[in-house]
């Protein structure tokens, strides 16, 4: 996901975002990044370069990323507030972002893309973005997504077995 902002205001912790699909599918992919309890406003960086998200990110949660990258919450992104890049968790707090001080670091995480496992990739899929503050433009650039097909375990058992068998009979035949 590549978002920019421009102008006064279009920062960071503005950005709500959520991926859904079909009536059970729903990931909460930024909800006010940066938003902790000396920091109602959230991080002030503008955008997001080629993000991507996974549940099993190495980086951890983005609502966060200062405190991965940084150490600490006040560094902004070098040089000059240059868009956050790599693989982070989703933010997965499932808040409105507009509830006063509810989306701090420390709440509840229930809303990842694992709840789209299982589920069948075709049909609608709905991206939402918002920037739930006044003031500056923001700007969806590009997005996509990528579904990794798992073969079921029974498709697998079968290829295994069908396999053993067919080497049997080869095996067999040879020894003849």
Do not use: C, Q
Not at 24 to 48: E, I, K, M, Q
Not at 96 to 105: D, H, K, M, R, Y
């Amino acid at each position: 996901m590549t978002v920019t902002g421009t102008g006064g205001g279009a920062v960071n912790g503005d950005f709500y975002a959520y991926l859904n699909h079909g009536l059970t599918g729903f990931a909460v992919l930024l909800n006010r990044v940066g938003v902790n309890s000396s920091n109602p406003l959230g991080y002030d960086d503008n955008g997001f370069n080629n993000v991507t998200f996974s549940d099993s990110a190495s980086n951890g949660d983005v609502h966060s990323y200062r405190l991965t990258l940084f150490g600490n919450e006040n560094t902004p992104i070098p040089p000059g507030g240059a868009p956050l890049t790599g693989v982070w968790a989703p933010d997965a707090r499932n808040i409105s972002p507009l509830s006063s001080g509810a989306v701090l670091a420390g709440a509840p995480h229930s809303a990842f893309l694992s709840s789209f496992d299982g589920l069948d990739p075709n049909g609608s899929w709905t991206l939402f973005i918002s920037d739930v503050s006044s003031g500056g433009t923001a700007r969806l650039e590009s997005w996509g997504l990528s579904i990794s097909a798992v073969p079921e375990p029974r498709s697998a058992a079968f290829v295994v077995a069908f396999g053993l068998l067919l080497g049997a009979f080869i095996r067999k035949r040879l020894a003849k």
